[in-house]
């Protein structure tokens, strides 16, 4: 997960899954928003939702899991059986 906090504690960005490049594009467009004063007297912010793509590398991601502790592990596979289970009822 991750959050981006505007100054005052406002949540500006928020992500179910990390993808730094995202992150990146979303502080460039945000700064370049925030810089702009057109002629109407600014711009104002408003709240999307979209669906990002992202590679599977599911052995890396078993092995960072590893790093958290096996608990990490156990439980996100258990996890795994339960998604599985609700797609083949």
């Not at 991601?61 to 059986?81: M, Q, T």
Request: zero cysteines; hydrophobic letters at 30%.
């Amino acid at each position: 997960m991750t959050w981006v906090i505007g100054r005052g504690g406002r949540i500006i960005y928020k992500s179910d899954w990390t993808s730094a490049t995202n992150v990146e594009a979303f502080l460039r467009r945000y700064q370049s928003a925030r810089s702009r004063r057109p002629a109407t007297g600014g711009v104002g912010p408003y709240l999307t939702e979209q669906v990002e793509f992202r590679d599977l590398d599911r052995p890396s991601f078993y092995d960072l899991l590893e790093r958290n502790g096996p608990r990490a592990r156990s439980e996100f596979h258990r996890a795994e059986e339960i998604w599985r289970d609700r797609e083949n009822p």
